[in-house]
């Protein structure tokens, strides 16, 4: 059978039943009436399991007794428990069916709410986003596979990131491209955003009140997307910006495993790790030896490398992945060592190992 929207006026003229599945507001209230019933068919029938009140019930009741409507079915009432003379005659009319408003209260639906209840649960322990939550961003569950992997890489990110600003934030913006720019991203934006608030804030920050924290802090948030997406199937970027201060990070998942792509306008390509040290500086030969030696005179191992640089003796900027914290003190003697424009010991506890 086909489906049509129709106005309300054609719907009372010509319909045999009318179905309520509305909610209760202040243009739903008394929404048929006199006249209203008026308009439509003798002996039409009426179902009301929406709201108590959608109906004005003195008109029903009328319309029951002169025959306009051939009977109704309600389980919600203006007032509940009914207490007045008009609702107990409605209830008690031949050709009214009442039931009490407990349609959620059979053995059936119970045994559904529990296990809803119970896998609700279990998804929340292992850290998964709830499907039935009413104040966090909704996820299809059916794309949770392919979606894990993102929220990992946008949690990484915003760990990252946020340490590279030392002012106040005034927006953040995350930007989709690629594939990724095809699904509602909205659940990521939140994931991200609580991951840079926590880094900022003494109370804890998740996915439910990551927005109010934002507002209440003047932080503008704000999504972009794009179907294309350079070198990458998709891609996140968050840009933070403060008071003279702007930082960018783009990222990637290969794998189920997140990689950051884009420091700035450096084009790089790491794993981030749980120990971290960013420097940018003038390229010029020997300023990798010097890094190293420091780092190994203090007995702090590189793991890893990475270089980034636009052009020859230009500016350079290197990530290392370390073994252990760099101690403020060592961090002063490889920027003076280095002559750094900017040097930054990360601690990244999403990047930790198992």
Sequence with gaps: MESLLVSHEELFRTADIITLHIPMTSETRNMIGEKEFAMMKDGVLIINTARGGVIKEEALLKALESGKVGGAAVDVWSEEPPKSELLKKLIAH?????????????????????????????????????????????????????????????NTMGEFVIQLIDSNINKVTFSYDGNIAEYCTTPITVCGLAALLNQKVEQDVNMVNAKMVADT??????????????????????????????????????????????????????????????????????????????????????????????????????????????????????????????????????????
């Excluded at 709410?113 to 996820?139: C, G, H, M, T």
């Excluded at 990458?232 to 008071?243: H, L, V, Y």
């Design 94 to 154: 031949e050709r009214v069916v009442s039931v009490p408003h407990l349609g959620a209260s059979t053995r059936e639906a119970q045994i559904n709410v529990s296990v809803d209840v119970a896998r609700e649960i279990i998804r929340y322990l292992d850290e998964q986003p709830l499907e039935n939550a009413v104040n966090i961003p909704k996820f299809d569950m059916s794309l949770m596979d392919q979606m894990r992997p993102f929220l990992k890489l946008v």
């Design 217 to 354: 802090m003047g932080i503008e948030v704000e999504e972009a997307k794009s179907a294309q997406s350079g070198s990458f199937s998709s891609m996140i970027t968050i840009t933070i910006e403060g008071p003279n201060e702007k930082r960018t990070i783009s990222g990637t998942q290969f794998e189920g495993i997140p990689r950051i792509v884009k420091l700035r306008d450096f084009n790089m390509d790491f794993t981030p790790e749980e120990y971290m040290l960013l420097l940018s500086y003038q390229d010029r030969p020997g300023m990798i030896g010097k890094i190293g030696m420091i780092l190994g005179h203090h007995e702090i191992n590189i793991a890893a490398m990475h270089l980034g640089r636009r052009e020859k003796k230009g500016e350079a900027m290197v990530i290392l992945s370390l073994d252990s914290k760099v101690p403020s003190s060592v961090l002063e003697e490889i920027k003076q060592a280095t002559q750094a424009t900017f040097v930054k010991s990360l601690h990244l506890a999403t990047a930790k190992a198992d």
